[in-house]
């Protein structure tokens, strides 16, 4: 099992950063690709980054180039630094970790970012 916990959620204004963490705990060993999503009310759970173990990445279209998603293998974290923020990343951010040899999913509890003047 893993346990995902996220931090760095707030309130920002437009045009501010946020830096969102997701420790992991538990069977780490087993983690490979790592996934940033978020939810907006009456939206679905959309992709925001993705990280895999060799460090590759990828976004999704409305946060490439203001959004980086870094991992650190040794302190078993992943980060996601948010920048140029606008209203419509308001939202609430879920890490995920998918098991290097199982597939599967583990999600952490969320956290709040809120992007208002």
């Known amino acids: 099992q893993v346990q995902l916990v996220e931090s760095g959620g707030g309130l920002v204004q437009p045009g501010g950063s946020l830096r969102l963490s997701c420790a992991a705990s538990g069977s780490i060993f087993s983690i490979g690709t790592m996934v940033w999503y978020r939810q907006a009310p009456g939206n679905q759970r959309e992709l925001v980054a993705i990280?895999?173990?060799?460090?590759?990445?990828n976004y999704g279209d409305s946060v490439k180039g203001r959004f980086t998603i870094s991992r650190d293998n040794a302190k078993n974290t992943v980060s996601l630094q948010m920048n140029s923020l606008k209203p419509e990343d308001t939202a609430i951010y879920y890490c995920?970790?998918?098991?290097?040899?199982?597939?599967?999913?583990?999600w952490g509890q969320g956290t709040q970012v809120t992007v208002s003047s």
């Open positions: 995920k970790a998918v098991g290097i040899i199982s597939g599967a999913a583990y």
């Open positions: 990280i895999t173990t060799s460090g590759s990445t």
